[in-house]
């Protein structure tokens, strides 16, 4: 009895934090970033969802850090999904892809520092992001 006490609270927990993590729409977390990633695909790519640029690729201009780092947070997560490099020519698994990276780096979905961090990484600085970060609330704005 104490053994599947332990094992249906521990199934609960990581489904618990699964949805949490991965953004799902609770009262807690249900910020609506469809703006910002339209402002982004547009900065990056124009909405081309085959662009490429170096090792970019994508209406997100996704790396292939990106792809590895959403498979780690995933693996934590104890979840079998995993992505592809061929994952980032999809805009929809793209979407993904950022907002599993939000859900889980900004949590208080801080809109500046998710464009910031998109383009600069989690340790980005204001500076080398202030161009881009400019670019994507122009489009945000307009």
Do not use: H
């Amino acid at each position: 009895m104490n053994r599947l006490f332990r094992i249906t609270c521990l199934s609960l927990f990581f489904s618990v934090r699964f949805m949490i993590v991965a953004g799902a729409n609770t009262p807690e977390n249900n910020f609506d970033w469809s703006k910002v990633i339209d402002a982004i695909i547009a900065v990056e790519s124009n909405g081309n969802p085959k662009a490429v640029s170096g090792k970019s690729c994508g209406a997100m201009q996704i790396t292939p850090i990106c792809v590895k780092e959403c498979n780690n947070i995933l693996k934590k997560l104890n979840s079998s999904k995993r992505y592809t490099l061929n994952d980032r020519f999809s805009v929809e698994k793209s979407k993904e892809m950022f907002l599993l990276i939000q859900s889980y780096f900004n949590p208080s979905n801080d809109v500046e520092k998710a464009i910031r961090s998109w383009n600069g990484g989690n340790n980005y600085s204001k500076k080398g992001t202030q161009r881009y970060y400019e670019k994507v609330m122009r489009k945000l704005k307009n």
